[in-house]
Structures are given as C-alpha cells and as structure tokens.
C-alpha cells in the first residue's frame, strides 16, 4: 500500500470514555491519525522510548514568508521494550509496507471500551508497550 493512502492511528487513553482530544494541554492530544506518508523519522529518545515525527499538521512551510519561520514537527513517543528501537523500527516498516486495509494501529493503550468492557490494548509491534504520558503532541509554532 502506497504511504499516502496508509493512514496511522495512536490513542493514549486507557478508557475510551476519556478519548476526548486533548490531554493537559491543546498540544497533547488522546489520538492521532495522520497519513503515513507523513512520517518523516523514528530516533531513539531513552533506552525504553521510540519517538516519530511526522510534518505538522498545524503549520506549513514558509507560512509567514519570513526566514526566521519555525515550523514544528508532530511527534507521537511510543514506550518500548528497552534497547529494542531498531526491531520495533523495523517491525512498524513492515507493518506499513503489508497493510492492505489503508488503517495500521500503531499503538491503542485503551483497555476500556465505552461500554465498559475490558479489551485488550492493540500495538502493531510485540515490543511496543504504550504511548507515554502526554506524548502525542501536535503544537503550532506560535501557540
């Protein structure tokens, strides 16, 4: 499936009764998803937390026609087993490149569904175990 018809699908909120966009601030939010195409990088951020960064969904590019311009990139730091930023790197390409539905759960920490059933979280990696707190984060550059 071609990046720009894949689209990628985090949630942070162990009760989906609470999934109601934002977290502590209006840049941290409870879910996410946003084109694959997208993506832009994965680095290591500590021996137990993967972040990706993808381009901004609340900024463009030279928006304000001026050289100083910052333009923030929208990041999601997935919680993983430690020292595995490499095989979960890899498992989330292949994940992408078979997905033949157009939606891939990266990360769904909830637990909890609306009707109050327990559910089991979904992650598209065995090493991937969570979304950090407040850790999906799509700022403004002037907010």
């Not at 894949?6 to 609470?18: I, P, S, T």
């Not at 979960?88 to 033949?100: E, T």
């Not at 539905?101 to 065995?126: K, M």
């Amino acid at each position: 499936m071609k990046a720009e018809n894949l689209m990628l699908y985090f949630r942070q909120v162990a009760d989906e009764d609470h999934d109601d966009g934002t977290q502590t601030a209006a840049t941290n939010l409870t879910s996410l998803l946003i084109p694959a195409s997208r993506l832009r990088w994965m680095n290591p951020t500590s021996d137990t937390a993967l972040t990706l960064y993808f381009d901004s969904i609340k900024n463009t590019e030279g928006a304000d026609n001026t050289a100083t311009e910052v333009t923030v990139a929208d990041s999601v730091t997935l919680t993983i087993s430690s020292n595995q930023h490499r095989e979960v790197m890899n498992h989330l390409v292949q994940a992408m490149n078979a997905n033949s539905t157009g939606l891939l759960v990266v990360a769904d920490d909830r637990t909890t569904n609306v009707a109050g059933d327990t559910v089991a979280a979904r992650y598209s990696s065995p090493l991937i175990t969570g979304i950090g707190d407040d850790l999906i984060v799509c700022a403004a550059a002037h907010s």
